[in-house]
Nanobody, 121 residues
């Protein structure tokens, strides 16, 4: 069993900042990529940012220059610093991790429960 636990969502005015956190717990053998996705009402889930095990990061064009993804491999954790937030960033944000699990090093695509970010204009 593996669980991804997210925190840090909330309500903020446009131009403000929030920091999302996500930690993985359970029978984890290895975590490869860790990602943040978001889903706004009526929209499909989209990838916001991702980071590989060696620290290479990638971002959606809509958040480049405003969001920063980082990870702490010792804690099996990933973070998303969101600055200069805009109303269009309002969505449920999901943590995602691609990993191998014990006992047999099975591949797992794990998801968190989601955390709501609301940005007012």
């Amino acid at each position: 069993q593996v669980q991804l636990v997210e925190s840090g969502g909330g309500f903020v005015q446009a131009g403000g900042s929030l920091r999302l956190s996500c930690a993985a717990f359970g029978r984890i053998a290895r975590i490869d990529a860790m990602n943040w996705y978001r889903q706004a009402p009526g929209n499909q889930r989209e990838m916001v940012a991702g980071i590989t095990s060696d620290g290479a990061a990638d971002y959606a064009d809509s958040v480049k220059g405003r969001f920063t993804i980082s990870r702490d491999s010792a804690k099996d954790a990933v973070y998303l610093q969101m600055d200069n937030l805009k109303p269009e960033d309002t969505a449920v944000y999901y943590c995602n991790a691609l990993m191998a699990t014990f006992p047999g090093w099975e591949d797992l695509n794990a998801w968190g429960q989601g955390t709501l970010v609301t940005v007012s204009s």
